[in-house]
């Protein structure tokens, strides 16, 4: 049997964010676009996700040697009872293009529930932290999702499809209805952050699809932390695996939810 406390654990996690952090913030100064590789469609990587990997990776393992690993990257990979998902810098295509929004996420996953989770967005040195229980902080002061009551007063956040086109008009006709329907809709480009300005009050909803689960799975905790929900775009639990996303301060949930399901049902 594996005992550890959470609120022990998580300033080292906290600790192991920044410490990457630091060295994405290094190498953005003297990135070149030769430096870019190709994973897929769309789909971007550098030496830096792939360095700042193995440096979370060699620090997880030294505070939890018991846990398994889900990375991006795939530096690490063996699902144990225990496990850390990771994605070392959410946003590669903001870093290699020099648009300052791009962050290091950090989970810790038992039996697939999310206890731990960490997001670093490195430009602005905001470190967005939480355990099971024990609610939600933005660099140690706590934070709650906002309480706006409806979509019309509402600011909304989002991601476009790079791949999976064939969901793309349903995902278009939900945009252009809360582009006529809410304050406006803001595509950030990095989904960690995204969840994490959520649930700081500075979103009221969002929503996804194509995410994998080193995408949402520390923010999704940050967000229940601090009063929000989250579920699939049928309603349900399936946020980690099924490749969807809807969060809310949880005010604005059942309007923002029949609207997504309007479109894509």
């Keep these: 049997m594996i005992i550890f ?28 676009p030769d430096k870019i590789e190709m994973k897929g469609l769309n789909d971007m990587v550098s030496y830096v ?8 990776v ?64 490195v430009a602005k040195k905001e470190c967005f932290s939480a355990y099971k229980g024990g609610g939600a902080f933005l660099n140690e002061a706590p934070i709650k999702v906002s309480a706006n009551k409806s979509l019309s007063e509402s600011l909304i956040g989002t991601g476009f499809p790079i791949y999976n086109f064939d969901r793309q008009e349903n995902y278009l006709n939900v945009l252009r209805e ?6 406006g809709v803001r595509r950030i480009g990095a989904a960690a952050a995204d969840l994490c300005y959520l649930a700081s009050g500075r979103l009221d909803a ?11 799975a520390a923010g999704v905790l940050i967000i229940k932390e601090a009063g929000g929900t989250v579920c699939d775009f049928k309603g349900e639990q399936n946020w980690l695996y099924g490749k969807e996303i809807i969060a809310t301060n949880g005010w604005v949930e059942r309007e923002f939810m029949q609207l997504v399901q309007k479109h894509f049902n």
């Excluded at 290094?26 to 070149?32: N, S, V």
Aim: aromatic letters at 10%; charged letters at 25%.
């Design 58 to 121: 060699a620090e997880l393992r030294e505070i939890l040697p018991e846990a398994g690993f889900m990375v991006e990257e795939d530096s690490a990979k063996e699902k144990k009872e225990y496990n850390w998902i990771v994605d070392p810098l959410d946003g590669t295509t903001n870093f290699i293009h020099g648009i300052p929004c791009y962050a290091v996420s950090i989970a810790l996953e038992h039996k697939g529930e999310i206890i731990l989770g960490v997001v670093y967005e």
């Design 206 to 216: 969002f929503y996804e699809y194509n995410l994998n689960p080193w995408d949402v």
């Design 49 to 56: 996700d792939k360095g700042a990997e193995q440096m979370i």
């Design 178 to 183: 809360l582009m006529q329907k809410t304050h």
């Design 5 to 32: 406390s959470l609120n022990t654990v998580l300033p080292h996690v906290v600790r192991t964010a920044k410490n990457a952090g630091e060295f994405i913030r290094k190498e953005r100064l003297k990135f070149t």
